[in-house]
C-alpha cells in the first residue's frame, strides 16, 4: 500500500512537472494599490510583493515546470468580472482572469530575468499586442476601395508587406533595426523591427512575430492616408551607422532627404531644441521603395 501511494506521489509530481503556469504579475505600484482594497488580496507592499512573485518564479522553474507571465490590469479585471458575473475580491476571479490574459498571447516566458527586467518584457509584450490588435481593428472596418472595390485592409497589408521587403532589400548587409510610428484616432502605434542581413548569401533573417507586427501597423498608416513615418538604423562591423527615414503622405511612403533626416534625429521632440548628433552616425537619405497608388476609402 505505501509502494502504491508512494508510486502514485512521483507520477503526480511528473504530470506536475508537464502542466505549465501562469502567473499574472502587478507590475505598477498603481496598479498594486488597486489590487490591494480587496481583503482577499494577501499582500501590502508593492516591493515585498515583487519579491515574493521573483521567489514563487524561482521556485517553479526549479520544479521544472514552464511559467508564463503576463500583466495583471486592474481595470480589465474589474471589466472581466463585470462581464462573466464574478465577485471580484476572490483568489478564483484572479486566477481565471490571469488564464484569459495569457491566452491571448501576451505573456513572456520565465527564464530566470531578475523582477525588473521581467517586468519590462511583460509591459512591452502588453504593448506590442495591444498596438496589433488596434491595428488589426482598424484595418478590418475599412471596407472597399472607392475606387477599385477591392478590400482596403487587405490590399494595404499586401501592399506593406511588400514596402518591408523593399525597405530590408534596400539597406544591404548588416544588422538593420526598424522602427514604424502612426498616429491613430486613440493613441500613437509605434512598431519596432529587426533584421539580420550579415550572412553572405539569402535573405534577411526577421523574427516572424515582429515582421507581422510592423507590416500591421504600417498597413494601418497607409490605409488611413494619414500622417506617419519609418525609420531605418543600420548597423555594419567597422563602418559608420546609417540612418535612413520615409514619411507617410496620403497613403504613400516618400524618402526624406539626408538633410530631413539629420533635422528629425538632432531636434528634441519635446522641445524643438537642436541636440548634438550622435557621434559615428551617418544620416542618409531614404530610397525609394513605394511605387504604388494608394487605395481610397469611401466618404
Known sequence: MASYAKHTGNLRRSLRREAPSTVGLLADPEDFAAMARYESFPFEDHPAYLRQVEGLLRSLAAQGIHTTVALFDPEDYADYCRDQRLAPDSAAARTRFTAEVAGTGAGVPYTGQSIGELATLVIDETVRQATWEYATLLLAGLGPCAHCGEDIGQASFDRATRLLKHLVDGAGPGRHHLVCSIPADEEQLTTVLHADATADTGPARLDSREALDFVTVL???????????????STTPDLPDRVHAWRLDHGAVRPLTAGEVFNAYCTDAETGELVPPEPGVEHRAGYPVDHEVPHHPRE
Open 219 to 233: 498597413a494601418a498608416g497607409l490605409a488611413l492616408r494619414g500622417p506617419g513615418g519609418v525609420v531605418l538604423r
